[in-house]
């Protein structure tokens, strides 16, 4: 891994390199092993998640040495630089016509793909539904037994490849058109209502107790979200601002693929 290290921080460095066998042959090496789970762009690391940025260069690198090329499947017609993922069946996963997901991507055993769409460089684990329409960016991690709800969008990150990917650990729930982007981190169990957006930016705000506890990019284990917003002064008056408010906790006898309806009934909000 040190050696493949080296050689992608050294093309990365210089571009000319890029017409040397030995660095094209690293960069595919780390594609490969990418789209086998042997490694991935971000991990945990005792409590922390690091984010491997020398992975996420060769992605970047993987772009300029492919060349254009035509692709058919049946009667429809491609024309990208990237291979499509392969052997479903032997690695136990259900695609559902129209699923894409680009090599690259490592989907782990048990996952479903309704007609969606997994970018290069992320890594959905184990028992994961992507439902109709929903989308997982470049690079971004998805936990086991998540549910990726119709038209969710799980953000990419490549560029600048200092920038963290977006993170849903295991168990969580994302209603239908949520979305997830700029690194938001997502603990365990988390639920998010429908239409819920979370950036870097956005304001997370816990509504539980006697004063509200503020959070950026991240939401905490088990925590149950909905859309809010707040008031915030602007020289033309005052104005709604989005943001999202964490109402209750999942409670922690709850089945783990509990509905959306059943979380949100047992803190009394409906959206």
Known sequence: MQDLKKLIEEAW????????????????TVIERLDSGEIRVAEPIGSRWHTNEWIKKAVILY?????????????FVFHDKMKLKTDYKKTGVRVVPHAIARYGAYLSKG???????????????????????????SCAQVGKHCHLSGGV??????????????????????????????????SKEVVLGANVVLTASTKIIDVTGDTPVEYKSFVPERSVVIPGSYTKKFPAGEFQVPCALIIGKRKESTDKKTSLNDALRDNNVAV
């Open 63 to 75: 772009f300029p040495i492919r060349q254009m090329e035509e692709i058919e499947v049946g009667p």
């Open 13 to 28: 460095v210089d571009r000319s390199l890029l017409g040397n066998h030995e660095y094209t042959t690293a960069i595919e």
């Open 111 to 137: 996952v479903i793909l309704m007609p969606s769409y997994v970018n290069i460089g992320a890594y959905v684990d184990e028992g994961t539904m992507v439902d109709t329409w929903a989308t997982v960016g």
């Open 153 to 186: 969008g799980i953000g990419g990150v490549l560029e600048p490849v200092q920038a963290s990917p977006v993170i849903i650990e295991d168990n969580c729930f994302l209603g239908s058109r949520a979305i997830v982007v700029e690194g938001v981190h997502l």
